[in-house]
């Protein structure tokens, strides 16, 4: 009750109750979410970036409701707390212009992130480490499962051509985003996207780009992917530096550490098992480098055209 | 009758203030939006982010300096005073029926609160040679483009062996028109010499866009002024000449009004003797008849020549009820000193582009 009694206080919101104790109350308003911070700079950045981004757009981030002195968070024990709308019906990826639309704008708004911001600076950028899954999968390889000794091989050639690239536009500034983008995220409020980001530390770099690009083709297909490429780059340009950094990403063979997870050697049977399903998630991978690889191809048959 | 059209277009927007409309109504620029919480106005206009972040100062500053009949904004759940979609803003006011009661008393409520705003936010500037200047040459050639425009069309008429009903109409009035021009050109001369030599200007925030549409009373009476969209830091003169242009265009007005009102308004911000001539100079303009010319060339199939002629005419009757009007104004008594003021303005842009006066 002592933390109803503090909402009802500091917020324009009326008939607060739990519906989901700690995070969903229910309001005259509607079904409102609560999200707590332990990081003050966390908070900071994630309340940027949700209003930046709904700038201009037709998609709507869920922003933080501000309270009635028109703060964006208040102090709750050692925590922070934010109230954010919320809804459970999913948009879908029908919808594919306003999908471009949005993470267009959103790339808008990660690439003009505050780079001498101290803690901008101090995001993670994550790196692929193919020493680590070579350790990891050196039996198989002793073995010389075919599988895994081409996967291992075609993901150093991938990691050297991504390397290339970055190397080209290293003088470019990478994106910050939310660490946590994803399909997921999307829902209908009117008929419009909303998105709800999460509380997730921000990344540095296009990887949770080329997750939630993974997941786009799981849910749809890889002509429906190129169709969001090229939604996404009427807003926020992929024909150029930002582009390649998006390619080197997609190129780096990061879904090796998920197909390792795959593999058993707890049994014969488990191992035999894991091998059929290792070689399922690298092939079933493969298809987003050869799609991106295609769109950003056709884009360039385009110009040369 | 609200749609379901209407809900999916206005829902997004009216998310941001957790509103769920149960009927919206068209009216005017303005949607009467009503539900659950109350009856409210949403506006939809295009702005740009400087125009966006302009307008909500300026409907914070007035309340600032103390300036509160302005129907207030509705600051989303979000904390902003306007939401974007697309290439719209839009943004949400309290909803004020119309009280027809006070439509006569409007012209003067309209006045006074223009006042008020003007000597809230009364500066005298610094002078600028090169903004004096500038703004001088810009009007001036301007002026004198549309009057060279004006005599080519008079030219071709003349020229022509059976004149339409509106080129006589024009022409029968021509010299008349070119009197007022040259009038204004003088005055404006005037105003400029004036500025070079007192080296002073003054500025106020204008409304950018006085009518009586934009004031409205409150249900206890108070009347409001809305649509700040266009403020603009500049010479008082702007507000009252698009004022008086557009209240000489009602059938009823008479000069004498013109006069009581501008007494109103100058016991807030009484006007110096440059001002006067520039109001002079800007209402003598008869930038109005050239608009009518202009249609007549532009859209003539798409009226009939009875209407064109109906429409001049009445422009021709307006410009001489305002030439009766500058006479007034050219003989009234010098105004009284005036009262120093630290108001805010910083800037000043006289006649610029956008002018609509």
Redesign the interface.
Known sequence: MELINTLEKEY?LYGIRWKERPYLIMTD??EKRIRYWSEEDNLNWHIRWR?ES???S?A?PD????TKN?E?AIKYGNRWLTVH?HTKEWYGCEDIERWGQFIGTLLNTAISSDNHDVFVKQTRKPVFDLNQCITRAQKYLEANFQCMVTSIKESKQRLEFSHAIKHNVRNYPLPVLDGELSIKNGRK????LFYQGSEALPIKGYLPLRKFLVEWLEQTSPSSLKLLLTEVNKHFSLEREQGLLLLAEVVTPWELYDCLDQLDNSSLERMIDGLKKYEVCWESNRTLVKTVTEWFDEKRRKVAL | MTTEKDTLNYGPVLFHYDLFPEKLEQHGKVKKVITKRGTFALKEAEMTEDERSWFTHVIQRLSEIGFHQVVPLYPTKFGDYTVQLGSRTYYLMPWFASDERNERAKDEVLIDHLGKIHALTLKEQDFSNEVVEHSYQYLMNRWENRQYEMERFTEEAEQKTYMSPFELTYLSHFHQIMRMTEEAKRRLKEWYETCQREKRYRSVLCHGKVSRNHLIFNPTGEGHLLNFEKAVLDTPIRDLAVYFRRAAHQKEWTPEEGNSLLDLYEKHVPLLNEERGLLISYLSYPEPVFNAVDLYCMKRNDYSQIEMVHRLESRIRAMKKIRDFCDAIMMAPPPAPMEPTDSMPTKIHINDDGDHI
Do not use: L, P, Q
């Open positions: 324009e308003y509607g209003d709904s700038k201009g037709s709507v922003r933080m409701i501000r028109g964006a709308d409020i009117f008929h419009f």
